[in-house]
């Protein structure tokens, strides 16, 4: 088969597409033909050094694809050779051949085509199990989206509102929140002239959000803090604003409020599948419905995902690029 590796690392040329090894599955997990994979944060850590994948997985970048199964390994039942899914990963998704445990595998749903499908699965599953299953949103409350024109803001504000609650979104552009308000978003911050934590005191009549999904991490830590409402739930996605930070313990108290910080990549196996579980039950007939759909802003070759990694590096996307396999 034909991947991508990373040679050193580097910048986006380091990316180099050529023969690799076929894996092989081995129990309770399958062989996929890849037909697409899709550009995430973490590939372009990985690629500068900076993300190594955890322990046995994959050095191939992408944390998601789908695919055609083609082998079965030993005790898988709940899969047929010729079956179009999708994928959750922990590396190797920019390839023509990947190998995936059965229980991150979701099935396309309705509706969606089998390339577009690829930029599902990382942020279907980051979303739900931090939005959802870690913050715990309610219809009525306030959900704030850094970065709400990315892959992951733009699913956020669809299962946002697919759950009843109000969102706020920051971005950098007028056109970018333009397209996040085509989305469902109420509130919309510019974060290059607008400070959010007035502008969602504003929104809110000075209660503040009760749910923050961030990706910022250091940079933001005292503004998100003093966002929240009472019993407000940050969650830290992201490191881009680095990762060390000062907190007021007193006006965290003072509000009863959490933070949370998660990772999905490192997480268990079994972890992974019970996150996988819920998306499939719960979300994935929302994306059926075209309640939430998927945000693509572009499909490229995969033997240019350099091309794919500049134009994340350089900013002004929306939604996810899509590498599609020859």
């Not at 040679?7 to 997990?29: A, I, N, R």
């Not at 931090?130 to 949103?137: E, I, K």
């Not at 109000?166 to 919309?188: F, K, Y």
């Not at 959490?258 to 996988?276: C, M, N, Q």
Request: hydrophobic share 45%; charged share 20%; net charge negative.
């Amino acid at each position: 088969m034909r991947a991508i590796v990373i040679t050193e690392p580097g910048d986006p040329d380091v990316l180099t597409w050529t023969e690799q090894p076929d894996p092989q599955p081995g129990p309770g997990e399958v062989l996929l033909e890849v037909a697409a994979s899709a550009v995430n944060r973490a590939d372009l850590l990985q690629r500068k050094g900076v993300y190594p994948p955890p322990p046995g997985a994959s050095e191939i970048p992408g944390l998601e694809c789908s695919g055609t199964v083609i082998v079965l390994g030993d005790d898988v039942d709940e899969f047929r050779v010729g079956d179009e899914v999708c994928a959750l990963l922990s590396g190797g998704g920019y390839a023509q051949r990947v190998v995936v445990p059965a229980g991150q595998l979701l099935p396309v749903p309705a509706g969606v085509d089998l390339v577009t499908a690829a930029g599902l699965p990382e942020v279907a599953c980051t979303v739900w199990s931090n939005v959802v299953l870690t913050a715990g949103l309610l219809a009525g409350e306030l959900l704030l989206i850094h970065g709400g024109a990315g892959g992951i803001g733009t699913h956020a504000i669809q299962v946002g509102k697919a759950l009843g609650a109000r969102v706020a979104v920051t971005a950098g552009s007028a056109q970018r929140l333009e397209q996040c308000a085509a989305l469902g978003a109420d509130v919309l911050i510019n974060y290059r002239d607008e400070d959010f934590v007035d502008q969602v005191r504003a929104a809110t009549d000075g209660r503040g959000a009760d749910v923050i999904l961030d990706n910022m991490g250091a940079k933001y830590l005292p503004r998100n803090v003093s966002a929240l409402a009472r019993n407000g739930r940050l969650v830290i996605i992201g490191m881009q604003g680095g990762v060390t930070g000062e907190l007021n313990i007193g006006s965290l108290l003072a509000k009863c409020a959490t933070i949370t910080a998660t990772t999905l990549r490192s997480r268990p196996a079994d972890e992974k599948a019970a996150i996988v579980g819920e998306v499939v039950t719960q979300l994935w007939p929302l994306v059926e419905a075209g309640t939430v759909q998927p945000v693509i802003h572009e499909v490229v070759a995969m033997e240019r995902a350099a091309q794919a990694h500049r134009a994340m590096e350089q900013g002004g996307l929306f939604g996810k690029i899509i590498l599609k396999t020859p």
